[in-house]
């Protein structure tokens, strides 16, 4: 056995496996036999029986009696650990280990070969687990004698791995500090899913009400996918008898709930039916009832919750509980405001380290993008070979800003991502979303190493008014241009914050980590180039043929092939995926663009490299981070300036330029995490 999303799972060993095929032989799914219909009984144990079990005592009385039999009792405890483990007891003071609900899977460990070896003794065996253990039981003995064994089942929905149920005692109660611990307590009522923790130093702590824990469950939040498939829980199990609570049972006689349990037996064979007849003299109460008073699914578990695996994910970075309630409600912590399908793949890594710099910090992120009103739509794809981000957190798409008000239900806080989003010839193709205007008062609105792109508010004056009103609702702002910080000061009285672009924020692991699998056909020289000229090309093949190294072009994805091949005459790569854009900057050596964002990943990267002014896509953000950085002299502001200063380029020493973002950054996650 392995496990697997903390589930114990078989797993053949192909190293040792010999083709016997004893293992298909013996699988309970693959060899399903046909079951007669089951007769229903209610019964009641002795009260003090009842009181130490977590219904109706029924598997008390079966266990004595297999026991005074001088047999032998199987069936799931919890070990000093806490783990849960089926085990076998011979006596009757030993029987409490096996009682009351676990609410996990048990490991079997070699429980079926012992039942075997003490049936080879001529011993009674009961053996007590969930309907596949049994029906896997059955398969394994197919070929041995059974006349002494009692198999006995249960209502089943399904079964939490055991790491779900040790991670929440453990954040409850601390499993250091445990000695006991039972589910389903009587203390109040049969009625009650009470907890009971008995700790080392005596103390006793009771959970009167469905906690977390009991909220996942119920929800089908831990339900494992073989479970939801199951072909042993149902009306026919393979068990001679199946127990379990009779819930509800005083909707058809209100006599049988006393408030201290009562069990559901349901006799599946002929030996069941000759067991019940040897013990039924010993319950305190014992009668037969129509099946139809057993409650509608209660078998099994069908759907697991759609919240399932944002659950399991939460679990890496929040506390049990929390990410319980976080799973089923479908909260977030923020919302991500970005343009994340944008042909653009500057913006691509904005959002990607945005969103790695979030995720560290410990919050869950919903990635928020534009509605479908918007000139520009939204797409399905992101250019990702394999998206780094998961289903669950990405936001489905509005139909205009008006429906994304819903968003308020699910997020605590907004934050409006980087790249030029408050630049009006952008937003107003994105129907102007960023501007938060359909979040309301209650929620924090936050924006991170925003831009304008130019140092001039654009629009009309009335877009301009409109977007100053927007941006005061906002509760902390921050600007990726230092020019940017005076322009909002000036035209909209905002006190804004000057910070890095988020590209600078992620960890370099995260990059490298992402494009680890792509294969590229590395070149000494990568040149990023978003609006192709001739110049730009003599440029690209002068610098290569001067440092004697090849060459890779890449280009904007926004243009047309067609358009940008009749722009120039030079080799170049288009639409390719944005983890080979990333691979090619990590393997060369020399860098030669036109992007900030390309100038951004040769800084990162340490790359030595040049940049060509790009004013008609915004020079002020060039200056800011070139400036901060001391690195002024990489920036031309035409290739002919490049040609007149080329001699006088000197070689980046990056060890100072990184202690400046080593600095940096630190200052920047702190804005992070003090206005989130």
């Known amino acids: 056995m392995q496990k697997e999303n903390g589930f114990y799972v078989p797993k053949i060993i192909e190293k040792r496996c010999i083709q016997c095929r004893k293992c298909e032989h013996v699988c309970p799914t693959i060899n399903r036999n046909t ?94 687990g969930t309907p596949c253990q049994v029906a896997g039981l059955k398969m394994y003995l197919r070929e041995e004698s059974q006349q002494k064994l009692f198999t006995v089942d249960f209502i089943c929905y399904y079964n939490p791995s055991i790491d779900i149920v040790r991670r929440y005692i453990d954040e409850k109660y601390g499993l250091q500090n445990l000695k006991k611990f039972s589910f389903r307590d009587k203390t109040n009522g049969w009625l009650s899913h009470c907890t009971r923790a008995e700790f080392k130093d005596g103390s006793i702590e009771y959970e009167k009400k469905v906690d977390s824990f009991f909220k996942g469950y ?65 319950f305190k109460r014992i009668e037969r009832t129509p099946k139809e008073w057993i409650r509608e699914g209660q078998n099994n578990c069908k759907t697991a919750h759609s919240g399932q695996e944002y659950f399991y994910d939460l679990l890496n970075y929040k506390p049990f509980n929390e990410a319980v309630d976080m799973a089923i409600e479908s909260k977030y912590d923020i919302g991500m405001v970005c343009v994340q399908s ?13 969103y790695k710099v979030l995720k560290k910090m410990g919050y869950s ?8 009103s918007s000139i520009i739509k939204p797409e399905k794809t992101d250019n990702f070979n394999k998206t780094p981000f998961k289903t669950f ?55 991170y190493g925003t831009s304008f792109g130019v140092d001039r508010i654009l629009g009309t004056f009335e877009e301009s ?67 192709p000229s001739d110049e730009k090309e003599k440029l690209i093949k002068h610098i290569a043929n001067k440092r004697d190294m090849s060459y890779s072009v890449f280009v904007d994805r926004g243009m047309t092939q067609e358009a940008i091949s009749e722009l120039w005459n030079i080799e170049f790569d288009y639409n390719v995926k944005n983890e080979v854009w990333l691979k090619n900057f990590i393997e060369s050596d ?87």
């Open 393 to 447: 957190e990405r936001s489905c798409f509005y139909e205009n800003v008006d429906a994304m008000k819903d968003l308020n239900k699910k997020c605590r806080v907004f934050l409006v991502g980087s790249d030029q989003l408050f630049n009006y010839e952008i937003y107003r193709l994105i129907d102007g979303f960023v501007k938060l205007d359909w979040v309301d008062d209650e929620h924090k609105k936050l924006c």
């Open 218 to 282: 119920f929800n089908g939040l831990y339900a494992r996918k073989a479970c939801l498939n199951c072909s042993f829980s149902g009306q026919h199990h393979h068990s001679d008898i199946t127990l379990g609570d009779f819930w509800k049972i005083e909707e058809h006689d209100t006599s049988w709930n006393d408030g201290r349990g009562t069990s559901m037996i349901v006799v599946n064979t002929a030996k069941g039916m000759q067991l019940i007849g040897h013990v039924e003299k010993i």
């Open 35 to 128: 079951i007669n219909l089951p007769v229903t009984y209610a019964a009641w144990a002795e009260d003090e029986v009842r009181f130490k079990t977590s219904s109706g005592g029924a598997f008390w009385v079966l266990a004595k009696y297999v026991l005074e039999l001088g047999g032998i009792v199987f069936g799931a405890g919890w070990t000093e650990d806490f783990y849960v483990k089926h085990m076998w007891v011979d006596s009757i003071v030993d029987l409490p280990k096996l009682c009351r609900s676990k609410y996990a899977q048990s490991d079997l460990n070699d429980s079926y070969k012992k039942v075997k070896d003490f049936l080879r003794q001529n011993k009674y065996v009961l053996f007590v």
């Open 590 to 676: 020399f860098v030669i663009t036109d992007s900030f964002h390309g100038m951004c990943m040769a800084i990162i990267f340490e790359k030595q490299f040049i940049v060509i002014n790009n004013s008609a896509r915004g020079s002020t953000r060039f200056y800011s981070l070139l400036n901060l950085l001391n690195l002024q002299d990489r920036l031309f502001d035409s290739v002919t300036d490049y040609y007149n200063l080329e001699p006088c380029l000197k070689y980046i020493d990056y060890h100072s330029v990184n202690i400046i973002l080593s600095k940096e950054k630190k200052r920047c996650i702190n804005w992070l995490q003090m206005h989130i």
């Open 365 to 372: 992120v919903l990635i928020i993008t534009q509605p479908l």
């Open 465 to 531: 008014i409109n977007l100053k009103k927007s941006l005061n609702r906002f509760d902390a702002v921050s600007i990726r241009e230092e020019s940017g910080v005076g322009l909002v000061k000036k035209s909209f009285q905002i006190d804004a914050t000057w910070v890095l672009d988020p590209v600078f924020l992620c960890d370099k692991d995260q990059y490298i980590e992402l494009c680890k699998d792509t294969n590229i056909d590395r070149k000494g020289i990568v040149a990023y180039i978003l609006n």
């Open 342 to 354: 944008y042909r653009n793949y500057g913006s691509a890594f904005t959002n990607f380290a945005l």
